[in-house]
């Protein structure tokens, strides 16, 4: 408009955003539709957005139900497995705070345990050290939708008779050997929130092993209602369509028509979405690999697949913020994904966890979203290469 706003868009760089979603005109017109049909509610496009995702993973339908966020399908996988007082849950502590509330908020204690230098994922060794005969369960995460030792960790958890919950938030493309991330353990949550691959705005899947499980999410999802009869059986017979019993006290955690018709449309693009960020990470590895200083993520094992979610760089821990700040200076947002749990005073863990306290000081998440441009692409890693050596000649022994 004016001189003025045009002088700020010179002088002012628009922010590469770390994380971001690819809304189109595709998703306002299904909204639109959505609005326009009269029911925003939850129905037929949850009901679709249900069998699209169990088709995506691989699974049948009566596997899979959809809730509001990742969040609340993680505290509903709590219930689920009857997780309370007296149980462990062991998960990383690198991961999602929601996570860890979920076991706490049962009542059950958190027990972290600590992750590879590399890949920040736990390895089978890093859970088998923290079972205890109280280990109810274990909840994992696929670092940065890299699959890690999930497959062992499941065949652990077998043996021990220990329930295997996937935090599959990352990891929405993910797989090994073919199956699905999220569908090797008892139980996987998924989400799809703004800051996700595919999102639906908001919202949350939860898949179990158990669809009698799924079938009490279902009701846990809906106040705990048991409805004793349908319309049709109704019109039947002598009962009321608006009777219903409760078999548990529970909230309201439901998707809506207006975001699954959001999610449909992004899981038909997922695959392209993952395409495009696989590319970006494989020109990271290509361009960074020969930046003296920076260690990046290990190449993936044969058989896995990853979704992209994250690519993580790390360097010497006396630059590292500095870095993440010449970058924000250069309209770079960088980030650090996840701070670590057993170091947060609320959930009263005092162990030590070397490999995670050092990958907390030494890492840094670099933009990856399938909207980047080669242009970003090229000023990240030039301005990366140069903030990286500009700091550790600063800090050179003299
Ligand atoms: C985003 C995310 C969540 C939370 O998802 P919501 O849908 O926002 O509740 C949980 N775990 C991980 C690993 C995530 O990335």
Not at 268 to 284: E, G, S
Not at 302 to 325: C, K, N, T
Not at 356 to 368: I, K, M, Y
Request: proline share 5%; aromatic share 8%; charged share 20%.
């Amino acid at each position: 408009m004016s001189a003025g706003s045009a002088d700020e868009v010179v002088t002012r760089p628009k922010m590469i955003n770390v994380f971001q979603p690819t809304l189109g005109e595709e998703e306002v017109a299904v909204v639109r539709e959505v609005f326009q049909s009269s029911w925003v509610g939850k129905g037929r496009r949850v009901a679709e957005f249900e069998s699209d995702f169990a088709a995506h993973l691989g699974v049948s339908r009566e596997h899979v139900t959809s809730t509001n966020s990742c969040t609340e399908a993680t505290f509903l996988a709590m219930e689920l497995l009857g997780v309370g007082p007296g149980d462990e849950v062991v998960l990383p502590t690198v991961t999602f705070v929601g996570t860890a509330n979920a076991v706490a908020a049962y009542g059950a204690r958190p027990v972290f345990c600590d992750v590879d230098p590399r890949t920040l994922n736990p390895t089978v060794r890093d859970v088998e050290v923290a079972l205890t005969p109280a280990t109810k369960a274990v909840l994992l995460l696929h670092y940065g939708g890299y699959p890690g030792e999930v497959a062992q960790i499941a065949q652990l958890c077998r043996d021990r008779g220990v329930k295997l919950i996937e935090d599959a938030a990352n990891a929405q493309a993910s797989r090994v050997d073919g199956r699905a991330c999220g569908v090797i353990g008892d139980i996987g949550v998924w989400s799809f929130d703004h800051a996700k691959i595919a999102v639906a705005v908001d919202g949350g899947v939860l898949y179990a092993r158990d669809p009698e499980l799924t079938a009490r999410a279902v009701r846990l999802a809906y106040f705990g209602m048991e409805q004793a009869t349908g319309y049709a059986e109704a019109m039947r017979g002598t009962s009321r369509w608006w009777d219903f019993e409760v078999s548990s006290f529970s909230r309201r955690s439901i998707m809506n028509d207006v975001l699954a018709a959001v999610g449909s449309v992004q899981l038909r693009k997922l695959a392209d979405f993952v395409a495009r960020r696989r590319v970006i990470a494989d020109r990271y590895d290509a361009v960074l690999g020969d930046v003296p200083g920076l260690l990046l993520p290990p190449p993936l094992p044969p058989g896995h697949e990853s979704s992209y979610y994250l690519y993580w760089v790390q360097m010497d821990p006396a630059i590292r913020d500095q870095v993440a700040r010449d970058l924000y200076e250069r309209g770079v947002y960088t980030t650090y994904r996840y701070p670590l749990l057993h170091k947060v005073r609320a959930y009263g863990a005092d162990n030590r966890l070397p490999n995670a306290e050092r990958v907390a000081q030494t890492t840094l998440c670099l933009p990856l979203h399938q909207g980047l441009t080669d242009a970003d692409v090229d000023l990240i890693t030039t301005a990366l290469a140069e903030s990286v050596a500009a700091r550790a000649a600063a800090h050179a022994p003299a």
